[in-house]
């Protein structure tokens, strides 16, 4: 029997120093761990991409897509193409939709919803620089 794996106790996989960026944004590492398949949208969060053939499935779902993922098993239970969505508030039209039908607000909920786009930069809401005064001021 094999030696139960730091990840296996702190669910926190760390993948190895070789990394392969697929098509749909998404690096795919091996855990130095436990040596299982995963995969990343921010190089940060890894989720075990077992019984999912994310190269196979990232050329079948070319564009933006939504993945969600059991955080307590660690494992991808679906992933959408929103590429047919234009605009912003399609997309999160189409989340709330998601939401409810995976109770994804109900507490106690293990699913989270991850979105292949970076998050949208949040604007400074700095007012734009005085307009340089018009010459016609200097008399
Ligand atoms: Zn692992």
Redesign the pocket.
């Known amino acids: 029997m094999e030696a139960l ?4 106790f702190t669910r ?3 993948p190895e120093r070789e990394r392969r960026r697929q098509s749909d944004g998404s690096v795919a590492s091996t ?6 398949q ?1 995969v990343s949208w921010d190089r940060e969060n890894w989720s ?1 991409s077992d019984g999912l053939n994310v190269s196979r499935l990232a050329e079948t779902t070319n564009g933006r897509t939504l993945t969600l993922i059991d955080m307590v098993e660690d494992l991808i239970v679906r992933r959408i193409s929103i590429r047919h969505l234009e605009t912003e508030a399609e997309v999160d039209a189409f989340k709330a939709e998601l939401a409810t039908q995976y109770g994804l607000n109900e507490p106690g909920s293990t699913l989270v919803l991850r979105d292949s786009a970076p998050p949208a930069r949040k604007r400074k809401s700095r007012p734009d620089p005085e307009p340089e005064s018009p010459a016609t001021d200097a008399i």
């Open positions: 794996t730091q990840c296996w926190v996989h760390r855990c130095r761990y436990c040596h299982r995963l075990l």
